[in-house]
């Protein structure tokens, strides 16, 4: 049989849950180890792909000449926000003949 003092810090099997101000605070078992991946120790270097080239509407970018640097800032400023009139409808319901 296992000691009585085993048995009071555990419950089923796991520590009891810590309550702080009358509420239950989970505690996750942090990784000890990085998951299965290790370290590539057969020496070898994977070479990655040329890069890639990107077409914008089926024409390849010429980098800044296709962008100017004005009409990119211009995208990408603040938009004013948008006022909406908050004038109340009045409707009065009033009884029939």
Do not use: Y
Not at 7 to 27: C, D, F, N, Y
Not at 51 to 57: A, G, L, V, Y
Request: net charge positive.
């Amino acid at each position: 049989m296992s000691s009585p003092k085993t048995e009071s810090e555990l419950k089923a099997g796991h520590p009891p849950a810590v309550k702080a101000g009358g509420m239950r605070i989970t505690q996750h078992k942090t990784r000890k180890d990085s998951g299965g991946i290790a370290e590539d120790v057969t020496g070898l270097t994977v070479s990655g792909s040329p890069p890639k080239t990107t077409t914008i509407s089926g024409a390849v970018p010429k980098g800044h000449a296709d962008f100017p640097a004005e009409a990119v800032q211009s995208f990408h400023k603040d938009k004013p926000p948008v006022t909406h009139s908050n004038k109340p409808v009045i409707h009065i319901q009033q009884p029939r003949k």
